[in-house]
């Protein structure tokens, strides 16, 4: 073997890192949205406390690092991949929500700064990645697209209740 049939190996962990970005991208969020979305919410939806904001995250946020997980485990195609893809898929979504209403609104919508600094460009990477190590299949991304907006529209019309 000479030095250029050499090919650098990638530890495993690094090698799926990037399923843990929905995971990450989730808690740095909502440690943003935390101290005011409840009452930006109530304000320009619907009745929002703290306390329900919390319970109904935990439960979300638990399922995402599971998805996240099994995906790691799972490493290409399949199920695990597709909704840890959707997830991330949604923070991009929901960045845009949340751009758009600080502009339409004219008020600051909390969770905007991690949308624009955090969801979008983690998005943009994890999708290159996803693409660059066949992760996925090109429907398999159509899927989790489709889902996450799914996601997205679901978690901003639960505004509305």
């Not at 969020?29 to 009452?39: K, S, Y």
């Not at 008020?107 to 999708?127: I, K, R």
């Amino acid at each position: 073997m000479t030095m250029s049939d050499a090919r650098p190996t990638t530890p495993p962990v690094l090698a799926v890192l990037p399923f843990l970005l929905p995971y990450g991208v989730y808690v740095l969020h909502t440690v943003e949205e935390l101290p005011g979305f409840a009452d930006w919410a109530t304000r320009h939806f619907g009745p929002e406390t703290t306390s329900n904001f919390v319970l109904y995250h935990v439960p979300l946020m638990l399922l995402v690092l599971v998805c996240s997980w099994l995906a790691i485990r799972q490493e290409r195609h399949g199920a695990w991949v597709v909704l840890a893809t959707a997830f991330q898929w949604q923070f991009a979504v929901n960045a845009l929500f949340h751009l758009s209403t600080w502009i339409i609104l004219g008020e600051y919508s909390p969770g905007a700064v991690t949308a624009a600094v955090v969801s979008l460009p983690a998005t943009a990477c994890y999708l290159v990645w996803l693409r660059r190590t066949d992760r996925v299949s090109p429907r398999q991304i159509a899927l989790a697209l489709v889902i996450g907006t799914l996601i997205a529209a679901a978690a901003i019309g639960f505004l509305f209740l």
